[in-house]
């Protein structure tokens, strides 16, 4: 069954730490794209890659890092030069030709706190 | 560069009543656009978009929206509303081409009155 695996469903992170959330997709899609979701903010876009081994900051990419080693692999860090990390973190795929072809896939989430 | 804004981040209806969630865009191309449904503790799941053609879309759970290009808008509507409808909705828009990011508005969450 096709989709996108988001792991961990929740996460803490202690002060000084960097924590690694990882997005996997089945989809054979080319692009993938990392958004954070904050309480009536709606989603912001933090980083996007279109093909492998590229990738692109998206508006709020300071204190986040990515790496797109493998299509079906997009983790994101969360170093600790991000000082307010605590929000819902959500990744999406699209096919290269993008959304009229298909639906934007969104995996479940990963919820990161502070401890 | 294109925005959205959702007018209204709480809406309330009684069930069986209308729902109608407001959607307004600016884009510098045509843009698509598009609902999705968030319920608590979950990714988001698309309701409905419009990339061309039809103007009115029909999505899922009996929800349709309607693309005004001289209004710039993209309502969400359903005819009468269910429980189960609860949940958070996000209008989003996309570049009809580029690099297909989406831009969201701030959401609006939709409660049932029984």
């Known amino acids: 069954d096709g989709g996108i695996t988001q792991s961990p469903k929740y996460l803490f992170r202690k002060e000084g730490q960097n924590v690694t959330l990882s997005c996997e997709q089945n989809?054979?899609?080319?692009?993938m794209y990392w958004y954070r979701q904050d309480p009536g903010q709606g989603l912001r876009l933090i980083y996007y890659?279109?093909?492998?081994?590229?990738?692109q900051k998206g508006d709020i990419a300071e204190g986040y890092s990515v790496s797109r080693e493998k299509k079906e692999s997009f983790p994101l860090t969360v170093t600790s030069a991000q000082k307010n990390p605590t929000a819902f973190y959500l990744c999406?795929?699209?096919?290269?030709?993008?959304?009229?072809?298909?639906?934007?896939?969104f995996g479940d989430g990963t919820r990161l706190s502070i401890l | 560069a294109q925005s959205v804004t959702q007018l209204g981040s709480h809406v309330s209806v009684s069930e069986g009543a209308l729902v109608l969630l407001r959607c307004n865009y600016s884009?510098?191309?045509?843009?698509?656009l598009f609902w999705y449904v968030q319920y608590p503790n979950q990714g988001l799941q698309l309701l409905l978009k419009?990339?061309?053609?039809?103007?009115l879309v029909k999505g899922i759970n009996g929800f349709e929206a309607e693309f005004k290009k001289s209004e710039t808008s993209f309502h969400l509507t359903k005819p009468s509303a269910h429980m189960s409808d609860a949940a958070e909705y996000f209008c989003?828009?996309?570049?009809?081409?580029?690099?297909?990011?989406?831009?969201f508005g701030t959401g609006t969450r939709l409660t049932i009155i029984p």
């Open positions: 999406d795929t699209t096919p290269l030709g993008g959304v009229s072809n298909q639906p934007q896939h």
């Open positions: 989809l054979n899609h080319d692009a």
């Open positions: 890659s279109q093909i492998v081994n590229d990738f």
């Open positions: 884009s510098s191309v045509p843009p698509y």
């Open positions: 419009y990339t061309t053609g039809a103007t």
């Open positions: 989003a828009v996309s570049l009809l081409f580029g690099n297909e990011k989406l831009t």
